[in-house]
Nanobody, 127 residues
Framework: QVQLDKSGGGLVQAGGSLRLSCASS????????TGWFRQAPGKEREPVAA????????YYADSVRGRFTISTDKAKNTVYLQMNSLNAEDTATYYC????????????????????WGQGTQVTVSS
């Protein structure tokens, strides 16, 4: 069982930055594909970014590419999502998720590809 512990949400002004963390005590976490998703009120959950611990491959949604960076820290068994140049459209509840399923890389954008989910953390960007 991979339990995901998230941290780092909060309130920030437009143009500011936040860093979200997703950690696990499970040793298998560092062999997973880990993704970040977000859901704004009244909207469907959407993919934000994903990373393969094994290959280092990354995925970014068009809306965040160039502003957000996903990274891993093996020593801390943690995935980070560094979010810069935040705007009001980034306001949402953010979720981290992990999977060990073999799959085509394009599937990392699909929430159904993930088996383990952390509790959401709220990110609010004030304009």
């Amino acid at each position: 069982q991979v339990q995901l512990d998230k941290s780092g949400g909060g309130l920030v002004q437009a143009g500011g930055s936040l860093r979200l963390s997703c950690a696990s005590s499970s040793r298998t976490f560092s062999t997973s594909i880990t993704g970040w998703f977000r859901q704004a009120p009244g909207k469907e959950r959407e993919p934000v970014a994903a990373i393969s611990w094994n290959s280092g491959n990354t995925y970014y949604a068009d809306s965040v590419r160039g502003r957000f960076t996903i990274s891993t820290d093996k020593a801390k068994n943690t995935v980070y999502l560094q979010m810069n140049s935040l705007n009001a459209e980034d306001t949402a509840t953010y979720y981290c998720a992990a999977t060990h399923r073999p799959m085509a890389w394009a599937a990392v954008r699909t929430s159904g590809s993930y088996d383990h989910w952390g509790q959401g953390t709220q990110v609010t960007v004030s304009s």
